[in-house]
């Protein structure tokens, strides 16, 4: 009996181990499917856009899986929009190509988020909406075959006055929406049409290792646009575009503050990143409302900036309510040009509706262990009727071609151990300039400086 007993549990247990593996084989976390097999051709020719988006398909209908871009000997796939599915992750391997349609129509519109509102406009080559656990990696190359797309919008702005970024429809790489738990990590991003990787109302985002490129003169090509998102880490990446290199965005307009589809941008970390080439390191707007809890550290300014770049640019939009705090920069390496600070008004595309213009706040920016050579020191500047208060500049040493700040209207500015081109720096903050017959707003309260550190 014992024998019998003994056979019958082994065989169970064998019988549960194939069961089990047979599980693991075909489980959603190892199930890939490479888009070949259904059809797709690397000649850079034939438009792949339906049998991407059958592979898509076909495994979330097994319940999810990876698509595989495989390398194809340095010929890419040509595709329009495709959409990831539940439980559906990409692959780009190594030395493969995703290479976007130069054709509109190849991107059919849809409503999506884009500049601070939803309209009728192009979803981005790789779409992913509502995916929660999403992956996209791989050390293959998203392009975005922008020239045409760059030049039609030079174009318009020849022919028409007053064109603005929507009225030229452009493509973005990847847009992901509404998903939480997402990891980007990988990727190389080429030549986007208008904006790289837009991320709108996602919690628990890692982007890693990627290497963002855009030409000189390319418009809207934003390296990373963190709109109303929250719990982003952004570390050891390569942005070297024509825009932000980061973007922190929000809603727009005289009644941003009330608008559900945008909470608050926060909790963002960047790290180890290198930015050569673009409008500033991060940038809050030109869409934002409210930004808080950043941090940026142990990040370099290094490349052929000619342009040069903002290591903090804060748009104080002037149409737009606006809470900017708890912004902080460590141990920033510079090696170029540019502008270290810019908090100043941006009217570009001010539409106040018939209401007054709104105040914006600005508070508990610190700016510290930043040493190397640039270009100019920067602007504080407020709206009349807006707070700037508790700014700290903490252990520089900067060489500047323009070492003279402009600094209005702030309080609370908090100087300790910065040298420039070789000198302690001792702040002068004018008071704000308004309108004739009017009392400095913003008090032109004196700065405090500490001893410099021994």
């Given at each position: 009996?014992?024998?019998?007993?003994?056979?019958?549990?082994?065989?169970?247990?064998?019988?549960?181990?194939?069961?089990?593996?047979?599980?693991?084989?075909?489980?959603?976390?190892?199930?890939?499917?490479?888009?070949?097999?259904?059809?797709?051709?690397?000649?850079?020719?034939?438009?792949?856009?339906?049998?991407?988006?059958?592979?898509?398909?076909?495994?979330?209908?097994?319940?999810?899986?990876?698509?595989?871009?495989?390398?194809?000997?340095?010929?890419?796939?040509?595709?329009?929009?495709?959409?990831?599915?539940?439980?559906?992750?990409?692959?780009?391997?190594?030395?493969?190509?995703?290479?976007?349609?130069?054709?509109?129509?190849?991107?059919?519109?849809?409503?999506?988020?884009?500049?601070?509102?939803?309209?009728?406009?192009?979803?981005?080559?790789?779409?992913?909406?509502?995916?929660?656990?999403?992956?996209?990696?791989?050390?293959?190359?998203?392009?975005?075959?922008?020239?045409?797309?760059?030049?039609?919008?030079?174009?318009?702005?020849?022919?028409?006055?007053?064109?603005?970024?929507?009225?030229?429809?452009?493509?973005?790489?990847?847009?992901?929406?509404?998903?939480?738990?997402?990891?980007?990590?990988?990727?190389?991003?080429?030549?986007?049409?208008?904006?790289?990787?837009?991320?709108?109302?996602?919690?628990?985002?890692?982007?890693?290792?990627?290497?963002?490129?855009?030409?000189?003169?390319?418009?809207?090509?934003?390296?990373?646009?963190?709109?109303?998102?929250?719990?982003?880490?952004?570390?050891?990446?390569?942005?070297?575009?024509?825009?932000?290199?980061?973007?922190?965005?929000?809603?727009?307009?005289?009644?941003?503050?009330?608008?559900?589809?945008?909470?608050?941008?926060?909790?963002?970390?960047?790290?180890?990143?290198?930015?050569?080439?673009?409008?500033?390191?991060?940038?809050?707007?030109?869409?934002?409302?409210?930004?808080?809890?950043?941090?940026?550290?142990?990040?370099?300014?290094?490349?052929?900036?000619?342009?040069?770049?903002?290591?903090?640019?804060?748009?104080?939009?002037?149409?737009?309510?606006?809470?900017?705090?708890?912004?902080?920069?460590?141990?920033?390496?510079?090696?170029?040009?540019?502008?270290?600070?810019?908090?100043?008004?941006?009217?570009q595309y001010e539409d106040l509706m018939g209401q007054p213009r709104p105040a914006h706040t600005v508070r508990n920016i610190t700016l510290t262990d930043?040493?190397?050579?640039?270009?100019?020191?920067?602007?504080?500047?407020?709206?009349?009727?807006?707070?700037?208060?508790?700014?700290?500049?903490?252990?520089?040493?900067?060489?500047?071609?323009?070492?003279?700040?402009?600094?209005?209207?702030?309080?609370?500015?908090?100087?300790?151990?910065?040298?420039?081109?070789?000198?302690?720096?001792?702040?002068?903050?004018?008071?704000?300039?308004?309108?004739?017959?009017?009392?400095?707003?913003?008090?032109?309260?004196?700065?405090?400086?500490?001893?410099?550190?021994?």
């Open positions: 009996m014992h024998t019998h007993h003994s056979i019958r549990c082994w065989s169970a247990i064998a019988v549960l181990s194939l069961v089990t593996a047979g599980s693991a084989q075909t489980s959603p976390a190892g199930r890939t499917a490479t888009i070949t097999d259904y059809g797709a051709k690397a000649d850079g020719e034939t438009l792949n856009t339906e049998p991407i988006q059958k592979t898509i398909d076909a495994l979330a209908e097994q319940g999810g899986g990876t698509v595989v871009v495989p390398a194809a000997g340095g010929k890419a796939f040509l595709s329009g929009a495709v959409f990831l599915k539940h439980g559906v992750n990409l692959r780009v391997e190594k030395d493969a190509i995703l290479k976007g349609s130069t054709n509109v129509k190849d991107y059919p519109a849809i409503r999506t988020r884009i500049e601070g509102h939803f309209q009728e406009w192009l979803p981005a080559l790789v779409n992913a909406i509502e995916i929660d656990n999403l992956r996209i990696d791989g050390e293959g190359t998203l392009d975005g075959s922008g020239t045409p797309f760059y030049a039609a919008f030079r174009d318009a702005q020849r022919t028409t006055r007053g064109t603005k970024n929507l009225d030229v429809p452009r493509p973005r790489l990847i847009f992901i929406q509404k998903s939480n738990s997402v990891t980007v990590r990988g990727i190389h991003l080429l030549n986007s049409g208008f904006w790289n990787l837009h991320v709108y109302n996602c919690d628990g985002v890692t982007i890693d290792g990627l290497d963002i490129q855009a030409p000189p003169g390319s418009p809207s090509t934003d390296g990373i646009d963190i709109d109303s998102s929250r719990n982003v880490t952004i570390t050891n990446t390569y942005i070297s575009n024509n825009d932000d290199c980061i973007a922190l965005k929000g809603s727009k307009g005289p009644f941003a503050a009330q608008d559900k589809d945008s909470p608050p941008v926060e909790h963002i970390r960047v790290s180890n990143c290198t930015f050569a080439m673009g409008g500033s390191l991060v940038t809050c707007g030109s869409e934002a409302t409210f930004v808080r809890d950043v941090v940026v550290e142990n990040c370099t300014i290094a490349g052929p900036n000619s342009r040069g770049i903002n290591m903090l640019r804060l748009k104080l939009r002037t149409d737009t309510p606006q809470v900017y705090e708890d912004i902080h920069y460590k141990n920033i390496m510079l090696d170029g040009m540019g502008t270290l600070i810019n908090v100043s008004p941006w009217t930043i040493k190397g050579t640039f270009g100019s020191f920067g602007t504080i500047r407020p709206n009349p009727g807006d707070t700037i208060e508790h700014i700290t500049l903490e252990n520089w040493d900067v060489k500047l071609t323009r070492p003279v700040p402009s600094f209005a209207g702030m309080k609370d500015l908090v100087v300790k151990n910065v040298k420039v081109n070789g000198e302690a720096y001792i702040p002068e903050i004018a008071p704000m300039s308004v309108g004739r017959g009017d009392a400095p707003a913003g008090g032109g309260a004196p700065a405090t400086t500490a001893p410099p550190a021994r």
